[in-house]
């Protein structure tokens, strides 16, 4: 099964055995956000693809595969889709430090069931049982800016500098569709 058809199989997970309330001891802030609850809970760091389909290298995939939360109270896999920053960054940088760890998380289950078989998780702190104190999620632009040193001498937001965003608007336009794509756009809307 291939790696989108495994994630999907992970989506399609019934709503109710996502329908524990997580919220006691949470002190994530709220985005305000459609569907969004607080919710609190220890979870093993896992890379989904290994978990889903048994591909497992030894460092979670070293930052470049999505990391879950396998909740400990139901066995449910969460998607950390989000870290706390305000950019809309994923939370691998901020999970990859406990790779195969149990951590206790904080941070709001976002989704609507009319809309979405599963609800997305956007972590906000992260602390392995019995530390004092959580660590707040908020690691993706350090470790982008010590990934990408020159783009980040540049200075401005992050995916304006990123070159890997550069060369896909490169040679896909900034619509996706290629650059005459782009052209044809700007001409008759601009």
């Known amino acids: 099964m291939s790696g989108a058809g495994l994630l999907a199989l992970a989506l399609a ?3 109710a055995a996502q329908a524990q309330d997580f919220s006691a001891g949470s002190a994530a802030k709220s985005w305000g956000l459609l569907g969004e609850e607080n919710a ?3 979870a093993l760091v896992v ?3 290994c978990e889903l389909g048994g591909d497992c290298p030894e460092d979670c995939g070293g930052g470049a595969r999505q990391l879950g939360l396998l909740r400990s109270a139901d066995g449910v896999l969460v998607m ?5 920053q305000p950019v809309f960054s994923g939370a691998v940088a901020d ?3 406990y790779c195969g760890e149990t951590v206790e998380v904080d941070g709001l289950l976002v ?6 078989p599963a609800k997305f998780f956007q972590v906000q702190t992260i602390r392995r049982p019995g530390e004092a104190d959580a660590r707040p999620a908020n690691r993706f632009t350090e470790a982008w800016a010590a990934a ?3 783009a980040a001498a540049e200075g401005g937001e992050w995916f304006r500098a990123d070159p890997d965003v550069r060369a896909r608007i490169e040679a896909e336009g900034y619509l996706g569709l290629g650059p005459d794509a782009d052209a044809a756009f700007i001409a008759e809307w601009f």
């Open 47 to 49: 890379d989904v693809l």
């Open 13 to 15: 997970l019934p709503a």
């Open 111 to 116: 989704g609507e069931p009319e809309a979405t």
């Open 80 to 84: 950390p889709m989000k870290n706390g």
């Open 40 to 42: 609190r809970f220890e």
């Open 148 to 150: 990408n040193p020159q």
């Open 95 to 97: 999970l990859l430090p």
